[in-house]
């Protein structure tokens, strides 16, 4: 999520047997954002209880700060799109 907008940069994928994002996932959402305005937020909000180091690193190199805060704390901007999302996947598995 970048921190200025609220914009949330995108969805990703973590296969079951890994702990986070692989490099190229990482590097793709961070692009995915970069081409919402054509520049790079300027902080990217993290819920502390992902790992993300691979995601931080990446950010890190692109000059975005990065702050790791309580999932309960974004739950006001991240709810409804968490919600949208979940009922997309389910329709999904009903077909």
């Known amino acids: ?4 907008s609220f ?3 995108g969805i990703g994928y973590v296969p079951t047997n890994a702990e986070e ?6 590097e793709r959402l961070l ?8 520049q790079f ?3 990217l909000i993290i819920p502390s209880n992902q790992v ?7 950010a890190e190199k692109r000059g975005i700060s990065v702050a790791r805060v309580p999932e309960e ?8 799109a968490r919600e949208s999302f979940q009922e997309h996947v389910s329709n999904d598995r009903v077909q």
């Open 1 to 4: 999520m970048d921190a200025a």
């Open 7 to 9: 914009f949330i940069l």
């Open 21 to 26: 994002f692989s490099q190229m996932e990482a």
């Open 31 to 38: 692009e995915i954002g970069y081409g919402h305005k054509m």
């Open 41 to 43: 937020p300027k902080e």
């Open 52 to 58: 993300a180091k691979v995601l931080r690193e990446e």
């Open 73 to 80: 704390q974004l739950q006001v901007f991240i709810g409804e």
